[in-house]
């Protein structure tokens, strides 16, 4: 390839899902979702799921101005309110710090594949991770409530593709 001839332009990093010009070191409250590659579900792994958990209690301690709110792990995502002081020196920006998270489960993951002499074909997360910068007081309360919900949302929905299932096997495949 001619060096000559490369134009930044075509040839750019990935397009980001990140607000243009928001400063993802601001104070406030952020929602993030981080999914499982292809939406494994290896979060139901036991020591998946602990390196999770304690990975998450960490951030404050690693990480100036970060406070932590309503998570859940579910089988094949993570949601979880984190509160950021961007008024802290050396605050650090969302990004970081869920890069960081997910860096420490992964390493984890891959210790676990060694140990029972599997090989680590995939990646455990997906590319990137969704976030919602928290507006007001409301969005946060409702926010909370979806997060603490969602385990029950899950099993009420998987409840009913097997009720749909059944019903659909006893009518003779007619759903």
């Not at 404050?60 to 020196?89: C, T």
């Not at 993951?109 to 140990?115: G, I, L, M, V």
Request: aromatic content about 10%.
């Amino acid at each position: 390839m001619n060096h000559r001839s490369f134009d930044a332009k075509t040839y750019t990093r990935r397009n980001s899902n990140r607000l243009p010009f928001y400063n993802y070191r601001s104070s406030g409250a952020y929602f993030i979702t981080m999914c499982t590659h292809k939406r494994q579900r290896v979060l139901e792994i036991p020591i998946i799921r602990t390196a999770l958990l304690e990975s998450w209690h960490q951030l404050p301690q690693r990480f100036p101005g970060i406070g932590l709110d309503a998570f859940v792990i579910m089988p094949d995502h993570v949601h979880g309110i984190l509160w950021l002081d961007g008024s802290m020196k050396d605050a650090p920006p969302l990004g970081s710090v869920i890069g960081a998270l997910k860096a420490w489960v992964t390493i984890t993951w891959r210790k676990y594949h060694r140990d029972v002499h599997l090989p680590c074909l995939s990646h455990l997360w997906q590319r990137d991770y969704y976030e919602h910068v928290m507006r007001n007081e409301e969005d946060v309360v409702l926010t909370r409530e979806y997060i603490l919900n969602n385990p029950l949302q899950a099993l009420l929905r998987q409840e009913q593709r097997y009720e749909e299932l059944r019903r659909g096997a006893r009518d003779g495949g007619r759903p």
